[in-house]
């Protein structure tokens, strides 16, 4: 077993795999975890569909987030603030960090929550102890290291998979439903195909990996590979090559993990009837009677899992967000007294987090407004991103080509109808 981890470790194609993978993982969040176990549990195996038909819009914009940062090595608020008005830009970055926060704070009372079920104890204290350590990582440790760790954090969704495998799945019925799903068109089921596709395209994500694109950037032209923009055009296809084997595989990781949320806890609560799930920790809860406690410890230690690897991305991206509007340095290679500002705001959305657990605000409330506000920013920034990307002034003579635009523009407009649907159904 330690030599295969050893021979995949370094196998050339793994080592490629980076911001794309990172991404798509942290896409699946507890508060995301939440959202699938709703659609699974309310509505069965008729709600898988959406996780196929999403994948190649969250493959195309994340793409066109991840060129922006490789080709100019700057991050998206950056190329934001070089083209339109600082209104714009304070305005997208400031529900940024307002819907990060609330959705940092519904991670990780999920985290303490499924903690409490696995241990029992203070589900508040253990939501401290994962907020602190999930921000001493951030700063403590480099960005090379920094990233390692939250490569080998995306196993943790593979518990997800594990937990298909303990239950029992009725197949057929799978297949019929993914090709042909038998819903109506009410007010239920619009609400719950929005908050799939918001949860599946946000707009953190967009950041985080523009960002981390640029980070790869800076770490390379230290080992002295001379990495940085302006790029000669064999180094730039080279990394866009890499950045779309990384896509690819991290988005449909990403959308893998969902399908088999929604496939075990249709599987299992929805055949139960318990349709009624508010929270993942709740469906952990759920699913230890119904599907025995292997399948209960495998859902309530991915929540633990995926929040380790989402915090900081949610936090992260904030920042990033941040830094650039204001010109500060940025950057996890560097240390706290380097880029104390960019820390400092790690530092306000991780323990703003925390502190609205000990609020009285609802989770399911907060997860809604989180929902909301990436929803309806999510369109202007998507279009915003693929306004630049479409410019040769930015991007010089890797502007998008056609499909990729096409792509893009596709997935804008089914994110437009998405928020139009959410404020109908509202």
């Not at 990780?108 to 994962?130: D, K, N, T, V």
């Not at 760790?149 to 298909?164: C, D, E, G, I, M």
């Not at 002295?224 to 055009?233: I, K, S």
């Not at 859902?299 to 830094?323: D, E, K, N, Q, R």
Request: net charge positive; proline share 4%; aromatic share 10%.
């Amino acid at each position: 077993m330690v030599n295969l981890l050893k021979h995949l470790k370094e196998h050339p194609r793994v080592q490629q795999l980076g911001p794309g993978l990172i991404t798509g993982a942290a896409d699946d969040d507890p508060s995301g975890i939440a959202t699938y176990s709703q659609a699974g549990a309310q509505f069965g195996f008729s709600m898988l569909w959406t996780v196929l038909f999403t994948y190649p819009l969250m493959v195309g914009i994340q793409m066109v987030s991840a060129r922006l940062g490789c080709i100019t090595g700057r991050g998206l608020a950056a190329n934001v603030k070089a083209v339109f008005p600082r209104s714009v830009l304070y305005g997208i970055v400031g529900l940024l960090l307002v819907a990060n926060t609330i959705n940092i704070a519904a991670d990780i009372a999920a985290m303490g929550e499924a903690q409490r079920l696995l241990l029992g104890g203070s589900a508040h204290l253990y939501s401290i102890g994962f907020g602190a350590l999930c921000l001493v990582l951030q700063v403590a440790l480099r960005y090379q290291t920094y990233v390692r760790y939250l490569k080998w954090l995306t196993l943790a969704l593979l518990s997800y998979v594990a937990v298909v495998f303990t239950i029992h799945v009725p197949w057929a019925s799978v297949a019929r439903d993914l090709v042909w799903p038998q819903l109506k068109l009410n007010n239920s089921t619009i609400t719950m195909v929005v908050a799939v596709f918001g949860t599946t395209i946000s707009p953190y994500l967009f950041f985080w990996q523009a960002a981390q694109e640029m980070e790869d950037l800076r770490a390379d032209a230290r080992g002295g590979n001379h990495a940085l923009p302006p790029h000669g055009v064999e180094v730039a296809r080279a990394h866009l090559r890499r950045i779309r084997w990384d896509t690819y595989l991290g988005m449909g990781f990403s959308n893998l993990i969902a399908f088999f949320i929604i496939l075990s806890t249709a599987a299992t609560l929805h055949a139960a009837g318990l349709g009624n799930i508010q929270t993942s920790a709740q469906a952990a809860e759920a699913l230890r009677p119904l599907g025995g406690q292997a399948t209960f410890l495998l859902f309530s230690l991915g929540i633990i899992g995926t929040g380790m690897l989402a915090v900081p991305v949610l936090a992260g991206s904030a920042a990033y967000a941040v830094a650039e509007s204001f010109a500060w340095k940025s950057g996890l290679d560097m240390k706290l007294h380097e880029a104390l500002e960019f820390y400092a705001i790690i530092a306000i959305a991780t323990l703003g987090g925390v502190v609205l657990n000990f609020t009285h605000l609802d989770p399911m409330r907060a997860l809604l407004w989180s929902a909301e506000i990436n929803g309806v920013i999510a369109v202007p920034i998507m279009a915003i991103m693929m306004m630049l990307a479409a410019r040769a002034d930015i991007m010089g003579q890797f502007v998008i080509r056609p499909r990729l635009r096409r792509l893009g523009w596709i997935a804008t407009g089914v994110m437009a109808a998405t928020v139009a649907g959410m404020l109908i159904t509202l």
